[in-house]
């Protein structure tokens, strides 16, 4: 089996997390809506996710709604302590599972409170500030209010930490001066580089950058170059994207997200695999072609 700390670990506000974690968005049905099909798999996917290491998942009582916090408390409480749970709030689900924005400070209280309910937990170790901009790409704005909402909740002990998604550096920086921030997640992944300067930047700060969409989302990632060198390395192109993402900065922690065992164990198995200078330099330029 593999020993997914080959991968490192990171120090998450005071919680050292293997860079390997694993994301539960997929858990709930389809579209992150409703019950999954095999509830009983993806309790097994959670547990076996655990026994191999992982020690950082990602949740969000939006996906489901409900539904994915719901079966993490089933399948792993009472919580190892060892495990660091990170959720999200500032969206919520309307009846035909749009996604929409709550980011009034008292739809983010809802929201905490929400996922303290449904998780099984007296506090939570890090809770992300979703939001929501161009839905999958920042925009630039004050979040004093909402982040202010979110730090009053910490200091009544609710919440451990505090972090980021969707955001960009000058939100960093304001929100650094409400509370410290803890972790980033934005999209990004071989392809998608957007952010390549900000992961540089908050790897300098201390911030862990948290990808989204690692292996391209609902739109998976295709590139003639990528299943060359795969085939290469004899791996398939997702894991190599994988295991590039850990190259890429050590801040980078990944939350890849499967409701498959097999999944689950070829994203796990990417801490073993080691990628050469020339191999790096090859998928590097994916990334400037895409740009």
């Known amino acids: ?16 997390v293997n860079r390997l974690g694993y994301g539960a968005m997929q858990l709930a049905g389809p579209g992150v809506f409703g019950p999954p099909k095999d509830r009983a798999t993806a309790i097994a996917v959670l547990r076996e996710a655990i026994e191999s ?30 495990l660091t749970i990170v959720t999200k709030v ?17 739809e983010l209280t809802r929201g905490v409170h929400d996922n303290l309910r449904n998780l099984g937990v007296d506090v939570i170790d890090v809770v992300n500030l979703r939001l929501m901009g161009d839905i999958h790409a920042p925009k630039e ?13 910490q200091q009544q002990g609710l919440i451990r930490h505090l972090g980021l998604s969707n ?38 700060m201390g911030i862990a950058y948290v990808p989204f969409f690692p292996l391209g989302g609902f739109t998976p990632l295709q590139s003639d170059r990528l299943a060359a060198v795969a085939k290469h390395l ?18 980078i922690l990944l939350i890849p997200g499967t409701s498959s065992l097999q999944h689950l164990r070829q994203n796990l198995s990417v801490a073993d695999i080691e990628l050469p ?9 994916i990334g400037k072609k895409a740009a």
């Open 1 to 16: 089996m593999t020993t997914i700390s080959k991968a490192g670990t990171w120090v998450l506000g005071d919680r050292e």
């Open 53 to 82: 290491g992982v020690n950082h998942i990602d949740t969000s009582d939006f996906y489901g709604p409900h539904v994915t916090n719901q079966i993490i408390r089933e399948a792993l409480s009472p919580y190892p302590d060892s």
């Open 90 to 106: 500032g969206a919520f689900r309307d009846d035909e599972g749009g996604w929409l924005p709550a980011q009034k400070p008292a």
């Open 141 to 153: 704005g004050s979040i004093e209010a909402q982040f202010t909402a979110l730090a009053e909740l």
């Open 167 to 204: 955001a960009t550096l000058a939100q960093v920086q304001e929100a650094q001066r409400i509370a410290p921030v803890v972790g980033v997640q934005n999209h990004y992944n071989l392809v998608h580089r957007t952010d390549d300067a900000f992961i540089d930047a908050l790897n300098g």
């Open 234 to 251: 004899d791996e398939t192109p997702m894991q190599v994207a994988l295991a590039w993402l850990l190259h890429r900065s050590p801040n």
């Open 277 to 285: 200078h020339e191999v790096l330099d090859e998928l590097d330029l």
